[in-house]
C-alpha cells in the first residue's frame, strides 16, 4: 500500500477524479455502490480533497444543512466558564509543531476554542472532554470551523457514543471487546495480558478516544481516518489489535516484558515500523482474515 507522497503524480490526478465524480453525485454512490466508495477510502483519499470526503462520509454536510445558522448561534454565545477554562489550558497541547497551533491565540488555537466551546453548548449534559481536543483539531486541519464542529458532532454522536460522556463506561465496554477479540486474533497476547492484570482501559483508553490521533505518525492518522469515517469504530478496532498482536503476539516479544510495568512500558512505546501506513493498512489482519501479519 503506497504513501500518499510516494503516489505517482498521474496516479493521484485519477483518484482525484474519481473522487469529484463520487462526491457530486453523493447519494447516489453512497445507496448504490457504497463497496467501491469503500475501496476508494481504503487506498487513501486525495489530500486535495480529503476535508470535503470527511465531512460528506461522516454526515457533517447533512448536519450542517438540517442545522443552518446553529453554529453561528452557539459561536455568538460566551459559554460555561467552568468549561472555557479548561478548553484554554488544552490548546496549546494539541499538535503544538503543526504550523496552524504552534502559536498562542494563532487562528488554529482560536477556531479550536470556538469549535470546543460550541460543542459545549451544543450538548451542555456532556460539556467538554480532553480527548475531543484532538479530534476538533485534526478535522481543522482539513476544513473551517463551522464543517468541524458538525464533523466533532458526527464522531461524538454517531462514530464514538458516549465516550465523551462522564463515567467511561462506552468506552469500558468497548475496551471489554477489544479485550475478547484479542483472545481470537492472538491467544498469546491475551494470555500475558490476563496474567498480569492489566485492564484495556489502561491501553486502549488514548488510543480509542482520540481514533489513533496520539499515537500513530500523521500519513497513518489520515489513511486511518479514511478508513474509519466510511467504516466506523470497527477500523478502529483492528488498529488496535495489529498493534497489540504486533508487540505482544510472539513469545520472543513476551520475554522482553515480565511484568504489568515493563508490558504498560512497551505499550507506550510501539515499535514506529508497525505503525507505518504501509504496514499497518496492509490487506491480512486489517480486513478482517486474521493471519500472520507480524512475523519478524
Not at 45 to 53: C, T
Request: glycine share 8%.
Amino acid at each position: 500500500v503506497s504513501r500518499a507522497q510516494d503516489v505517482p503524480p498521474e496516479v493521484l490526478r485519477h483518484r482525484e477524479v474519481k473522487w469529484l465524480d463520487m462526491l457530486n453525485h453523493w447519494d447516489k454512490w453512497m445507496i448504490k455502490r457504497f463497496d467501491k466508495v469503500r475501496l476508494r477510502c481504503q487506498k487513501g483519499i486525495p489530500p486535495a480533497l480529503r476535508g470535503r470526503a470527511w465531512l460528506y462520509l461522516s454526515g457533517g454536510k447533512v448536519k450542517k444543512e438540517q442545522n443552518q445558522g446553529k453554529f453561528q448561534e452557539l459561536d455568538s454565545q460566551s459559554g460555561d466558564p467552568k468549561w472555557l477554562d479548561v478548553i484554554e489550558k488544552d490548546l496549546h497541547r494539541q499538535f503544538p509543531f503543526h504550523e496552524m497551533f504552534v502559536s498562542r491565540g494563532g487562528h488554529g488555537q482560536q477556531d479550536l476554542f470556538r469549535v470546543l466551546k460550541a460543542y459545549t453548548l451544543y450538548r451542555p449534559e456532556e460539556g467538554y472532554c480532553q480527548a475531543q481536543a484532538p479530534i476538533a483539531a485534526v478535522l481543522l486541519m482539513h476544513m473551517p470551523a463551522e464543517d468541524a464542529f458538525w464533523g466533532l458532532v458526527q464522531i461524538c454522536e454517531k462514530y464514538l457514543p458516549g465516550y465523551y460522556s462522564p463515567g467511561l463506561e462506552a468506552i469500558q465496554l468497548d475496551g471489554e471487546i477489544l479485550f475478547a477479540l484479542l483472545r481470537r486474533v492472538s491467544p498469546l497476547a491475551f494470555r500475558h495480558l490476563e496474567k498480569h492484570k492489566i485492564d484495556p482501559i489502561l491501553y486502549m483508553t488514548e488510543w480509542f478516544m482520540c481514533a489513533f490521533s496520539r499515537t500513530l505518525p500523521w500519513s497513518s492518522v489520515l489513511r486511518v481516518w479514511d478508513m474509519f469515517l466510511c467504516d466506523g469504530v470497527k477500523i478502529i478496532f483492528r488498529v488496535g489489535l495489529v498493534l497489540l498482536k504486533c508487540m505482544l503476539g510472539t513469545r520472543e516479544k513476551l520475554k522482553a516484558c515480565q511484568g504489568q510495568y515493563e508490558t504498560m512500558e512497551l505499550l507506550r512505546a510501539i515499535e514506529p515500523r508497525y505503525m507505518q501506513e504501509g504496514f499497518l493498512v496492509r490487506e491480512p489482519l486489517f480486513f478482517g482474515q486474521y493471519g500472520e501479519t507480524c512475523s519478524g
